[in-house]
């Protein structure tokens, strides 16, 4: 069974940092691309980022760009999303989800960014 | 606003056959597959339809997606209590580079 957990949420000042991780279990973690998704509290899914299967190929929507960095530890079967400089708007439930398709989500994390 | 155009409500009863419409560009669903997600109340979301028209097993048959020109849509046939949701539509942007969103279609059964 394809399990995708996420952790690493909380509450975080504007301009701070937070890293989120999402530990995946169930598949061949290494065979596909993983995704970083949002949805801000009563908002609609907004893409983050995604990774290729080696982590050479990594991109990111304009917004988060210069700020998010995604990154995975395939020995691990572990995604990652270090978010630097962070904003009001990026206050938000994070999912991971795995394959070129949205094919599994996790539960999320909650990321607040407030002061 | 969304770069991929989608109704913010649908009803229907049950029993009854609802299409929710997705509208994009030449950039996204005019040139990419379509993907398509259900959100229960509360709940994470789970893929329901990829590549227009392509169910993951576990996706009931009541589902259906399709696919003309820059526009897509979900079908839901035998419309039951359990459907509903909110339903995003999403697909590859290459002018953005990037995965772009509808805002999501909030389906009411009635």
């Known amino acids: 069974e394809v399990q995708l957990v996420e952790s690493g949420g909380g509450l975080v000042q504007p301009g701070g940092s937070l890293r989120l991780s999402c530990a995946a279990s169930?598949?061949?973690?290494?065979?596909?691309?993983m995704t970083w998704v949002r949805q801000a509290p009563g908002k609609g899914l907004e893409w983050v980022a995604n990774i290729n299967q080696d982590g050479s190929v990594r991109q990111y929507v304009g917004s988060v760009k210069g700020r998010f960095t995604i990154s995975r530890d395939n020995a691990k079967n572990s995604l990652h999303l270090q978010m630097n400089s962070l904003r009001v708007e990026d206050t938000a439930t994070y999912y991971c989800?795995?394959?070129?398709?949205?094919?599994?989500w996790g539960l999320g994390t909650l990321v607040t960014v407030s002061s | 606003q969304s770069v991929l155009t989608q109704p913010p409500s649908a009803s229907g009863t049950p029993g009854q056959r609802v299409t929710i419409s997705c509208s994009g560009s030449s950039s996204n669903i005019g040139r990419n597959g379509v993907t398509w997600c259900q959100q229960l109340p509360g709940a994470a979301p789970k893929l329901l339809i990829s590549?227009?028209?392509q169910r993951p097993s576990g996706v009931p048959d009541r589902f259906s997606g399709s696919r003309s020109g820059a526009s897509a849509s979900l079908t839901i046939s035998d419309l039951r209590s359990e459907d509903e949701a909110d339903y995003y539509c999403a697909s590859w942007d290459g002018s953005l580079h990037a995965w772009v969103f509808g805002g999501g279609t909030k389906l009411t059964v009635l």
């Open positions: 169930g598949f061949i973690f290494n065979n596909y691309w």
């Open positions: 590549n227009n028209n």
């Open positions: 989800s795995s394959g070129d398709f949205f094919d599994y």
